[in-house]
Structures are given as structure tokens and as C-alpha cells.
């Protein structure tokens, strides 16, 4: 006798189920690597296709951020030691619940301000703080928040921060800061504005339709005239502007264009009194002054400053040059007399 076995007949899914879970897919997949979509977005020649493709990837990136996941993607790459881009890579940690320590910390280097006259800030009490807008690009990140940090800590200076990723001098296209800066000052009239850009700067400009090559003769003559109308719009309401040199960079070749613009930076101050040059190259360099991502901390023990893209500041490294700041503010307010 024969037995015949009956098969249920397999189900097919839908065609319609199987698109969703591939639109799901990319979806995901989007979120997962949003900063970096957004950064090749803003990498592209000007046009329709960079106009539309920032419109998308921005707020990809601004829902990527808020639900943290854009985490996974960026502690594999620090962990790797990956480089997203020479300037405009933006790894970011988890907040350190450590306070920022109102003392730079021990270096074999010095780190200044380069003064044109003597600022002299009105000395702040507990009753009435400094009162500071800290502001630039997502070199501010980290950065930002341990300023006002070693601001509350010292009951003396009241800060907030305004900074925003992959924006910059270079491109208005994206966000302009002189612009952006003159509607806010009126109302905020902070007496002290604390500025850092060029980790997003180095890219081609468009003047008057023509695109100028970065870092030639003429981009940089371009990126001067920018620079000059940030710190003049700056410090327009009365405030006095400390803008923050670029540090060190692991890649030579940023590093060489930091200084280009760092060369800038001083120079445009120079001609303004309400503009000081806070210097920061030497303070995240090791003892033979070479760039050096592990750097001691004020107890001796080395620790990581720089992400693994080499431009932006740890925790650890944004309050070590935090504290620079910090220090800088109060000499300038104990300078009477």
C-alpha cells in the first residue's frame, strides 16, 4: 500500500511585503549613516542636486541624532581609528559627567591669547555673570557645553551655545552665520561672543557665479573678506569676540590648511581691538610638538582628546581647552588697574 504525502502549498508573500521590508531597509540603513550622507551632500558642487540632496539629508541627519542612531556607526569608526573626512567628520561620545576643571592642565606647551590692546572685561559676581554667546561649528559640539560647564562651576559666567554641524564661513548656501548672528544679536547683547569655524571651511566657493578653487591665492582673499564680516557682525552690539584658533590635526595636510586659516584668524583680528586670538595648536601637541591624540590630563594619566577622525574634541579634550578659555576670561576681567 502506498502512503502519498500531501505538501501544503508554500506560501508566497506578497510582492507588496517584500518592497516594504526593502524601503524599511533603507530607511535604517539612511539614519544609520546620516552624518555622512549629509557631509557628501555638502561636499557637492553647487546646483539642483546639492540644493535637493542637503534639503533631504539634514533633517535625516537632525532624526538620526535625536534617537541616537547614529551612535553605533560612529563608535565603530573611532574604534577603527576611520577618518570620515579631513574636516568635517563629527564623532561624538556619550556627555562625561565630569565637571570641567576651571585650570588648564599641565603642558609642555603654552597656549595664548594674542592680544591687540589690553581687553579689559568688567569683573562678573554671583549676582551678576558674564554674560557669553558661545557659537561656531561642530567643532563647538563638545566644546560648547564645557564652556558653560566651567562657566556655572565658577557662579561668574553665564553662557550659551548656538553651534551647528557641518556649517562654516565658506558656504552661505547652508547656513550663514554673519546673518544668523546680526538677528540674534540685538535681543541676546552678550558682552562676550566665543567663536570657532574652520572645521567645515576648506571647500570651493562661488563668488559671483564663478567657483573658487579652495586654498588657492584667491580662495583665500575670499576667505578673509568672510572672516572679517563674522568677527565685525560679532562684535557689532559691543561684545568682545574671542575666536579660537584650529588646533593640530592629525592628517599634515589639514593641519597645513589649519594654519592657513589660523593665519587669517590672527590677521583679521589684528585689526580690531574687540577680537582676541585664542591659540590652541600647541595644547594638543605631545612634548616633541607633534599632534598626539592621547595627551595627559592634570592628574598625569593620558587621555584620549581627539576622535579617530583627528579634527574633533573628546569630552576630555573639549575641557581641556575649555579651561584655556575659561582662564583667558577671568585674566582679562582681573586686568584693572
Given at each position: 500500500?502506498?502512503?502519498?504525502?500531501?505538501?501544503?502549498?508554500?506560501?508566497?508573500?506578497?510582492?507588496?511585503?517584500?518592497?516594504?521590508?526593502?524601503?524599511?531597509?533603507?530607511?535604517?540603513?539612511?539614519?544609520?549613516?546620516?552624518r555622512a550622507l549629509e557631509r557628501t551632500a555638502m561636499n557637492l558642487p553647487y546646483g539642483a542636486t546639492r540644493t535637493v540632496a542637503v534639503a533631504i539629508t539634514g533633517p535625516l541627519r537632525a532624526v538620526s541624532s535625536f534617537f541616537l542612531l547614529d551612535r553605533p556607526r560612529?563608535?565603530?569608526?573611532?574604534?577603527?581609528?576611520?577618518?570620515?573626512?579631513?574636516?568635517?567628520?563629527?564623532?561624538?561620545?556619550?556627555?562625561?559627567?565630569?565637571?570641567?576643571?576651571?585650570?588648564?592642565?599641565?603642558?609642555?606647551?603654552?597656549?595664548?591669547?594674542?592680544?591687540?590692546?589690553?581687553?579689559?572685561?568688567?569683573?562678573?559676581?554671583?549676582?551678576?555673570?558674564?554674560?557669553?554667546?558661545?557659537?561656531?561649528?561642530?567643532?563647538?559640539?563638545?566644546?560648547?557645553?564645557?564652556?558653560?560647564?566651567?562657566?556655572?562651576?565658577?557662579?561668574?559666567?553665564?553662557?550659551?551655545?548656538?553651534?551647528?554641524?557641518?556649517?562654516?564661513?565658506?558656504?552661505?548656501?547652508?547656513?550663514?552665520?554673519?546673518?544668523?548672528?546680526?538677528?540674534?544679536?540685538?535681543?541676546?547683547?552678550?558682552?562676550?561672543?566665543?567663536?570657532?569655524?574652520?572645521?567645515?571651511?576648506?571647500?570651493?566657493?562661488?563668488?559671483?557665479?564663478?567657483?573658487?578653487?579652495?586654498?588657492?591665492?584667491?580662495?583665500?582673499?575670499?576667505?578673509?573678506?568672510?572672516?572679517?564680516?563674522?568677527?565685525?557682525?560679532?562684535?557689532?552690539?559691543?561684545?568682545?569676540?574671542?575666536?579660537?584658533?584650529?588646533?593640530?590635526?592629525?592628517?599634515?595636510?589639514?593641519?597645513?590648511?589649519?594654519?592657513?586659516?589660523?593665519?587669517?584668524?590672527?590677521?583679521?583680528?589684528?585689526?580690531?581691538?574687540?577680537?582676541?586670538?585664542?591659540?590652541?595648536?600647541?595644547?594638543?601637541?605631545?612634548?616633541?610638538?607633534?599632534?598626539?591624540?592621547?595627551?595627559?590630563?592634570?592628574?598625569?594619566?593620558?587621555?584620549?582628546?581627539?576622535?579617530?577622525?583627528?579634527?574633533?574634541?573628546?569630552?576630555?579634550?573639549?575641557?581641556?581647552?575649555?579651561?584655556?578659555?575659561?582662564?583667558?576670561?577671568?585674566?582679562?576681567?582681573?586686568?584693572?588697574?
Amino acid at each position: 500500500m502506498t502512503t502519498h504525502t500531501h505538501r501544503q502549498p508554500r506560501r508566497r508573500s506578497p510582492a507588496g511585503h517584500a518592497l516594504l521590508a526593502v524601503l524599511v531597509a533603507l530607511v535604517l540603513g539612511s539614519l544609520l549613516n546620516a552624518r555622512a550622507l549629509e557631509r557628501t551632500a555638502m561636499n557637492l558642487p553647487y546646483g539642483a542636486t546639492r540644493t535637493v540632496a542637503v534639503a533631504i539629508t539634514g533633517p535625516l541627519r537632525a532624526v538620526s541624532s535625536f534617537f541616537l542612531l547614529d551612535r553605533p556607526r560612529l563608535a565603530l569608526d573611532n574604534l577603527l581609528g576611520r577618518s570620515n573626512s579631513r574636516t568635517t567628520a563629527e564623532d561624538v561620545d556619550s556627555p562625561d559627567p565630569d565637571p570641567v576643571d576651571p585650570n588648564p592642565p599641565p603642558s609642555t606647551t603654552t597656549t595664548t591669547t594674542t592680544p591687540i590692546d589690553r581687553v579689559q572685561l568688567r569683573t562678573p559676581t554671583a549676582a551678576d555673570p558674564l554674560d557669553v554667546w558661545v557659537i561656531g561649528d561642530s567643532l563647538m559640539e563638545l566644546l560648547g557645553p564645557s564652556i558653560v560647564n566651567v562657566g556655572d562651576d565658577s557662579g561668574l559666567v553665564h553662557a550659551t551655545v548656538d553651534f551647528r554641524f557641518v556649517s562654516g564661513l565658506t558656504r552661505r548656501d547652508y547656513f550663514d552665520w554673519p546673518a544668523y548672528a546680526a538677528e540674534q544679536l540685538p535681543n541676546l547683547q552678550p558682552e562676550v561672543v566665543i567663536a570657532m569655524y574652520g572645521g567645515n571651511d576648506g571647500q570651493d566657493a562661488n563668488v559671483d557665479g564663478v567657483i573658487v578653487e579652495r586654498w588657492t591665492p584667491e580662495w583665500v582673499e575670499f576667505y578673509r573678506g568672510r572672516v572679517a564680516e563674522a568677527m565685525d557682525t560679532f562684535a557689532s552690539e559691543g561684545s568682545h569676540v574671542y575666536w579660537i584658533a584650529l588646533p593640530v590635526m592629525a592628517s599634515d595636510l589639514f593641519s597645513e590648511h589649519a594654519q592657513l586659516m589660523n593665519d587669517v584668524y590672527r590677521a583679521e583680528a589684528a585689526k580690531r581691538p574687540a577680537v582676541s586670538i585664542i591659540e590652541s595648536w600647541d595644547l594638543f601637541t605631545d612634548g616633541s610638538g607633534e599632534y598626539s591624540a592621547y595627551l595627559p590630563n592634570r592628574d598625569g594619566n593620558l587621555e584620549l582628546m581627539r576622535y579617530g577622525d583627528g579634527v574633533h574634541f573628546t569630552w576630555a579634550g573639549a575641557r581641556r581647552l575649555a579651561a584655556v578659555v575659561f582662564e583667558q576670561m577671568q585674566n582679562d576681567w582681573s586686568a584693572k588697574g
